[in-house]
């Protein structure tokens, strides 16, 4: 699977999650940029920036397996350092899997090491329900059946958190996304079958949104009732879940090509199931 792009994105939409991974004591607000270390054209991909000067740069690796990590990581120390003397640097790389980690010596021993799944795991019996545990599970449950049985649940524990709304936002997409890849033989409507029901926030995501947009290119595309009519049920319950029977049957009843555009537009416009009119 791929994770290096989503575990940045996470750690720049929550970098206090790196010290609740890592059980390094927190310095207090940080920031999460990239930084480019031009003396020899290498960018540091993910750095913890301290607002507190006299606090240490931590320079962050999350990875697979990749025997020049902690060559890289030093490195990325050194060049910082030679340009920014005084400040204290720590590297820290995040391993999925504790076997992942190809342990170079000396450099393995100036660099902390955590495996994510482990230090998961230890949060997960503490608090089950944090959106930190929920958004990796897509990467650490190791039974497909319970994660689609669990999925819906730890997408819940993401969008219904108290977190910023935008922070909401990029972690149900970091989430879908990975269960996109552990499901690689499900196509999007069946991913949208696995989460949808008690989650009509999935239409906020940008899966949720490529969802709503298949529909509407499926019907377009058909041009028919049928086709127009399998569109607005597939918007209808990804953004309100499983629809009531009297609606179901009032669709299906349609045969106006021109009426099921017109309800399908209405499906993407309304906030709420009990604003929709199916009989009018």
């Not at 206090?16 to 020899?40: H, R, Y």
């Not at 955590?114 to 897509?138: G, H, I, M």
């Not at 989430?175 to 008690?198: N, P, T, Y």
Request: aromatic share 8%; net charge negative; charged share 30%.
């Amino acid at each position: 699977m791929r994770t290096d792009k989503q575990m940045y994105k996470i750690l720049e939409a929550c970098p206090d999650w790196f010290f609740d991974l890592t059980q390094i004591a927190n310095p207090g607000p940080c920031s999460f940029p990239s930084m480019a270390l031009k003396e020899v054209e290498v960018t540091a991909d993910g750095v913890l920036e301290p607002q507190a000067v006299d606090q240490p740069f931590f320079f962050v690796f999350q990875a697979q397996y990749d025997d020049s990590v902690y060559v890289r990581l030093v490195l990325e120390m050194a060049l910082f350092q030679r340009h920014h003397p005084g400040r204290q640097v720590e590297g820290v790389i995040l391993f999925l899997d504790s076997r992942l980690d190809p342990k170079t010596e000396p450099w393995r021993r100036v660099i902390r090491v955590y495996s994510v799944a482990d230090q998961l795991s230890e949060l997960q019996k503490r608090t089950p329900k944090r959106p930190l545990v929920s958004v990796f599970q897509p990467l650490t449950e190791s039974s497909d059946e319970n994660l689609a049985l669990n999925a819906a649940e730890c997408y819940h524990h993401i969008v219904d958190s108290e977190l910023d709304s935008l922070v909401k936002n990029v972690l149900a997409d970091v989430f879908v996304s990975w269960l996109e890849q552990r499901f690689r033989d499900k196509g999007k409507q069946e991913i949208e079958e696995m989460l949808v029901g008690a989650l009509p926030d999935l239409t906020e995501t940008q899966s949720g949104k490529d969802l709503i947009q298949i529909g509407v290119e499926k019907g377009k595309a058909e041009g028919k009732a049928e086709g127009k009519r399998d569109s607005l049920l597939l918007v209808l319950k990804v953004r309100f879940g499983r629809l009531p029977e009297d609606i179901l049957q009032a669709i299906v009843d349609i045969e106006s090509v021109e009426r099921l555009e017109a309800l399908t537009e209405q499906a993407l416009q309304i906030k709420s199931l009990s604003e929709f009119d199916a009989k009018a």
